[in-house]
């Protein structure tokens, strides 16, 4: 009982509930699509302002560690918000997923990969995301979409910290150089990211389903 005053008192039911549906179809769109777009001809939409932008191996620190920070705590300080807020929320992340679903499909995209050398933490953690991580489902960016709607729920946390939200979206900022820094996505990802976010927000504030 204690633990479950706890999980209450940290977020309420409702939260969780938003919560445990937005990772759930976050994985299921991101893995999940796989098994059906893996044998699909893959295009490569990387440009010459792309491949002008440096190979940085330090940037997987933000890629990998940042990106997760921001995106848990987060959703945790907007999910506990009130139930309309949480909802919203949840919404606008599965509609911009589902339209992120699509282009997977219709439109499979791909991009080369440097050569990762040295032997330091950062070329390590290069080499192993690399590995863990297939060169597909890259249009539009799951990582930009997740610190995009991050940013800009922010202000939707009534009772965030004041340094939450000038961190938020410094921390946002980072996340986009770290896709394109890792050389994981293009300039074209992030855009087709920010642009299924708004349209999950803009569906999401005006179909009242499930606010009641």
């Given at each position: 009982m204690k633990i479950v005053k706890k999980l209450y008192n940290a977020m309420p039911p409702y939260g969780w509930i938003c919560a445990i549906l937005m990772t759930s179809w976050n994985f299921l769109i991101y893995f999940g699509s796989r098994v059906f777009t893996t044998g699909l001809y893959h295009h490569d939409i990387e440009t010459d302002l792309d491949r002008a932008l440096p190979f940085i191996p330090a940037f997987v620190i933000i890629y990998i560690?940042?990106?997760?920070?921001?995106?848990?705590?987060g959703y945790y300080l907007v999910l506990r918000e009130d139930r309309v807020t949480a909802v919203r929320v949840a919404k606008a992340e599965i509609i911009a997923e589902i339209i992120c679903l699509v282009c997977f499909f219709v439109y499979p995209t791909t991009m080369g990969r440097p050569e990762v050398v040295g032997d330091d933490i950062f070329a390590n953690l290069m080499r192993w995301l690399y590995d863990t991580d297939a060169s597909d489902n890259l249009f539009p960016s799951v990582h930009c979409i997740e610190s995009y709607m991050i940013m800009r729920t922010c202000f939707w946390a009534k009772t965030a910290p004041k340094w939450y939200k000038?961190?938020?979206i410094i921390m946002s900022v980072l996340v986009f150089l770290s896709t394109f820094f890792c050389k994981q996505h293009v300039l074209a990802d992030f855009v087709g990211a920010v642009i299924c976010v708004e349209i999950g927000l803009f569906i999401s504030r005006r179909v009242k389903w499930f606010e009641k």
């Open positions: 560690f940042g990106s997760y920070a921001q995106w848990i705590y000038p961190a938020t």
